[in-house]
């Protein structure tokens, strides 16, 4: 519920920022047509076209923000509709820069406006120099006259204002995190699932085969099924590595060296590990079955350490890296 309730903020923000930053860019846009400078004598004219406009300056910057922040918002809300983790993680990542912008804005613009009368003065005599933004104003009550004490009273509305959507936009901030933690934890248990299932590649693997022992179930003779037989056919000029069991009952640890065997241990398998594994259709399985009966052996022998190993033509050598088998 709580996850639901999350995403359903988080879509609703957004839907709703996209819908109001695009209204405000367009409105500021529109409104661009009315920033036309009045000159106060003919030399200022004749230097209009060097002239750094305040006003222009902040309304182009205005319309640049509402214009993309429209479409961040846009792009935050296809990611949350349609479940899109890297939509949503830009939505987030720019989430956090706006509201990080728009909170020390506001302690910025706050200070100064109270602290500088300058900037009242200033304002008031930027606005004043644009004599049809100041006729669109009139309906929201500002004129050359009561310029500094409607700034005054605008900037107190503004920071009100401003606080409300921080707060606001703090706690959907804190949802939208969530709900992203919460994308981002099935992404990767998604992908996760996804590798652990894939196929392996046999290409970095070295083939080599077990010999089935008297006591092996007979669906050991499926355990190389595993791998597609057609992989590894190029490689069938190559020399084919054949493990098998030897048993080493009655054979002194002096005639084990002899034979030049190599003692190894492994770790003790109880009978009943080994009885629920020897149904397994995997050569691990069967080393670890072959393992436990080699136990069994050992401690019916005199010696209880020593092992063997019969040179015949067909077995290979002993193969010091396994740990999970017996004596081969």
């Known amino acids: 519920m709580t996850r639901r309730f999350e995403r359903s903020v988080s879509i609703a923000a957004s839907a709703l920022g996209a819908g109001l930053y695009f209204v405000l860019a367009v409105r500021v846009l529109a409104l661009r047509r009315s920033l036309g400078w009045e000159s106060e004598t003919e030399w200022e004219a004749s230097g209009d076209v060097w002239?750094?406009?305040?006003?222009?300056i902040v309304w182009g910057l205005l319309s640049t923000y509402f214009a993309a922040a429209a479409l961040a918002c846009f792009v935050g809300f296809l990611g949350l509709a349609k479940s899109i983790p890297s939509f949503v993680r830009f939505y987030r990542d720019y989430s956090i820069a706006?509201?990080?912008f728009m909170t020390v804005s506001t302690l910025v613009v706050s200070y100064t406006s109270y602290s500088n009368k300058y900037v009242?003065?200033?304002v008031c005599e930027g606005l004043s120099r644009h004599p049809d933004l100041m006729r669109n104003m009139v309906e929201m009550g500002l004129n050359v006259e009561n310029c500094e004490l409607w700034f005054e009273r605008a900037v107190v509305g503004i920071i009100g204002i401003m606080f409300i959507l921080i707060v606001i936009r703090l706690h959907t901030l804190i949802a939208l995190s969530k709900h992203y933690r919460y994308m981002w934890r099935d992404a990767a248990a998604s992908k996760a699932s996804h590798t652990g299932m894939r196929q392996l590649n046999t290409d970095s693997l070295h083939r080599i085969y077990l010999l089935p022992t008297p006591t092996s179930p007979q669906s050991s003779a499926m355990a190389f099924n595993h791998f597609d037989t057609t992989s590894h056919s190029h490689s069938t000029s190559e020399t084919v590595v054949v493990y098998a069991?030897?048993?080493?009952?009655?054979m002194s640890e002096s005639e084990a060296r002899k034979m030049n065997a190599t003692e190894a241990w492994i770790p003790h398998r109880t009978s009943t590990d080994a009885g629920s594994r020897s149904g397994s259709s995997t050569p691990r399985s069967h080393r670890h079955s072959r393992s436990a009966s080699f136990h069994g052996h050992r401690r019916h022998s005199s010696n209880s350490r020593a092992a063997g190993l019969r040179k015949d033509s067909g077995?290979?050598?002993v193969d010091e890296k396994s740990e999970t088998g017996p004596l081969i």
């Open 51 to 56: 002239r750094v406009d305040s006003v222009k």
């Open 98 to 100: 706006d509201f990080a």
């Open 120 to 122: 009242r003065t200033g």
């Open 245 to 250: 069991p030897i048993p080493v009952g009655g």
């Open 315 to 317: 077995f290979s050598p």
